[in-house]
């Protein structure tokens, strides 16, 4: 089962709808700043896009600030066994990433302009991470309840150590986020998410 209070449901898609808007206009200038140092850093694209699985398994355009070299996608395979996680692709220290991007990662600065999937209604400022289709396709029957609910900027595997979750874990904590889904419990984990993000603590 998934939440299905629609009025609950209703009040937090507004409140993505106000927090997205309100996020691109305050951060438009630093957007810049970061989109000029992306640019003049590396060869490539400032935005890098890449396809999603959303509600229900909807493919959607995910928008990252490119924080990887622009060949990276090519170089993925040679790296596939170096990957820390099962069936989520990472690995710490990742050769790909451009010395600009590495610091974006840090601060989960490059996903800035998902406040505009957010607003689009791709996903939701709270809620299980969108996952690749590939990483789909290798999902045990029960982790593929997290497609029932929007995908979020973060959750409650940000709050238990972002990048040092095993994928294990990262799946049980959306299912616990699923089974306990509430407006305060999505205030709670933003207000708990902004610290650990500023502090870049728990990522690679």
Same mark, same amino acid.
């Given at each position: 089962?998934?939440?299905? @209070?629609?009025? =609950?449901?209703?009040?937090?898609?507004?409140?993505?709808?106000?927090?997205?808007?309100?996020?691109?206009?305050?951060?438009?200038?630093?957007?810049l700043?970061?989109?000029?140092?992306?640019?003049?850093?590396?060869?490539? /694209?400032?935005?890098? =896009?890449?396809?999603?699985? !959303?509600?229900?398994? #909807?493919?959607?355009?995910?928008?990252?600030? #490119?924080?990887?070299?622009?060949?990276?996608? *090519?170089? =993925?395979?040679?790296?596939?066994?170096?990957s820390? *996680?099962?069936?989520?692709?990472?690995? #710490?220290? @990742? /050769?790909?990433?451009?010395?600009?991007? *590495?610091?974006?990662?840090k601060?989960?600065? @490059?996903?800035?302009?998902?406040?505009?999937?957010?607003?689009? !209604?791709?996903?939701?400022?709270? !809620?299980?991470?969108?996952?690749? /289709?590939?990483?789909?396709? *290798?999902?045990?029957?029960?982790?593929?309840?997290?497609?029932?609910? #929007?995908?979020?900027?973060?959750c409650?595997w $940000?709050?238990?150590?972002?990048?040092?979750?095993?994928?294990?874990? %990262?799946?049980?904590l959306?299912?616990?986020?699923? @089974?306990? %889904?509430?407006?305060?419990?999505d %205030?709670?984990?933003?207000?708990? $998410?902004? /610290?650990?993000?500023? $502090?870049?603590? !728990?990522?690679?």
């Amino acid at each position: 089962a998934t939440p299905h @209070d629609e009025i =609950r449901l209703m009040l937090k898609r507004l409140t993505d709808i106000i927090v997205a808007a309100a996020g691109l206009v305050i951060l438009a200038p630093f957007m810049l700043i970061v989109a000029l140092l992306v640019k003049l850093t590396s060869p490539g /694209p400032v935005i890098f =896009r890449q396809k999603r699985c !959303g509600l229900n398994g #909807r493919i959607f355009v995910l928008y990252k600030f #490119r924080s990887m070299y622009a060949d990276a996608e *090519r170089l =993925r395979p040679a790296l596939e066994h170096l990957s820390e *996680r099962k069936t989520a692709f990472k690995i #710490r220290n @990742d /050769p790909r990433l451009t010395p600009i991007g *590495r610091f974006l990662r840090k601060f989960s600065i @490059d996903e800035w302009p998902q406040l505009w999937n957010v607003l689009k !209604g791709d996903m939701s400022l709270v !809620g299980p991470r969108p996952a690749v /289709p590939a990483e789909v396709e *290798r999902y045990e029957r029960w982790q593929r309840r997290r497609l029932r609910m #929007r995908p979020g900027l973060t959750c409650l595997w $940000t709050l238990a150590g972002r990048d040092h979750v095993d994928f294990e874990t %990262w799946m049980k904590l959306d299912m616990q986020y699923i @089974d306990n %889904w509430s407006l305060a419990l999505d %205030w709670k984990i933003l207000l708990k $998410t902004i /610290p650990m993000v500023l $502090t870049g603590k !728990g990522a690679h």
